[in-house]
């Protein structure tokens, strides 16, 4: 039997150096466009091949956007599945039927016998593993489709609660119809439910009003860049602005032949 021989045409591809793109942006998201939407806008301005993102915010939301680029794509879910924090306002008396501030209005109630002593005992019963059930309006796919699309349909399908966990619930200020709180919690839990959730307890309603996620994992609102000072830079100035891959590669992914640092 003759020995093989590779041949130029069949030779592996040889790795790739690290290009100076590869790696992790921090963007405070607006108000308005959707977590896509800030993607596709940093894909198009820096004409970059692969952009993706380490979690998404509601459309309303405002606040710590994780951008990962070209080779980061790969760890989107170590940054998905980091902790997080928020602050945000909810409105009591009034119940959407997305939970928040974009949602129609599906019921109306009196709230004037609230305390903020109330709404405190109210966030510390839902402190600790907790069950939630994704809203309609949401992201969540049930058979390969979008809830959000199926409610715009008129649908209402089950949905099966999941596990998340409250670390912190705290009130920092309150002024009714409005309660401003700070939340610290695990992947996967909807602040939005969390302030139904107070309204049902207390018998008036709420949904969120406004929301800022304030830090992701290692990263807080104070190292992010703003979706505006972004699309001004040119491309050796965004370069300078992202923290390369080797901070944050797992060893042994591969990088061109170089190890990164875990």
Do not use: W
Not at 31 to 50: E, N, W, Y
Not at 90 to 96: P, R
């Amino acid at each position: 039997m003759k020995p093989f021989h590779r041949t130029p045409g069949n030779a592996p591809a040889p790795p790739r150096d690290i290009d100076p793109f590869d790696g992790v942006l921090i963007v405070n998201k607006p108000s308005g466009p959707t977590s896509h939407d800030v993607v596709d806008a940093i894909r198009r301005r820096f004409a970059l091949p692969k952009v993706g993102h380490g979690g998404t915010l509601d459309p309303q939301a405002t606040g710590i956007l994780v951008i990962l680029i070209g080779r980061a794509t790969r760890l989107s879910e170590r940054f998905m599945g980091s902790d997080k924090t928020y602050e945000g306002v909810m409105t009591l008396g009034i119940e959407t039927d997305s939970h928040d501030a974009d949602g129609a209005v599906t019921r109306e109630a009196d709230c004037s016998a609230v305390t903020a002593d109330k709404v405190q005992a109210a966030m510390d019963a839902l402190k600790g593993d907790i069950y939630q059930t994704p809203p309609m309006v949401s992201a969540v796919k049930v058979a390969g489709v979008p809830l959000y699309k199926r409610a715009r349909r008129g649908e209402v399908v089950e949905r099966k609660p999941r596990l998340v966990h409250v670390y912190e619930f705290r009130l920092t200020s309150f002024d009714l119809p409005r309660a401003a709180f700070t939340v610290r919690c695990t992947k996967g839990t909807y602040v939005r439910t969390l302030c139904a959730d107070i309204g049902t307890a207390l018998g008036c309603g709420a949904h969120l009003s406004a929301l800022c996620r304030t830090v992701t994992g290692e990263f807080h609102l104070q190292r992010a860049l703003t979706l505006d000072e972004i699309i001004k830079m040119d491309r050796n100035t965004l370069q300078g602005k992202i923290i390369p891959i080797r901070q944050f590669a797992p060893q042994g992914m591969p990088t061109g032949g170089q190890t990164p640092a875990p």
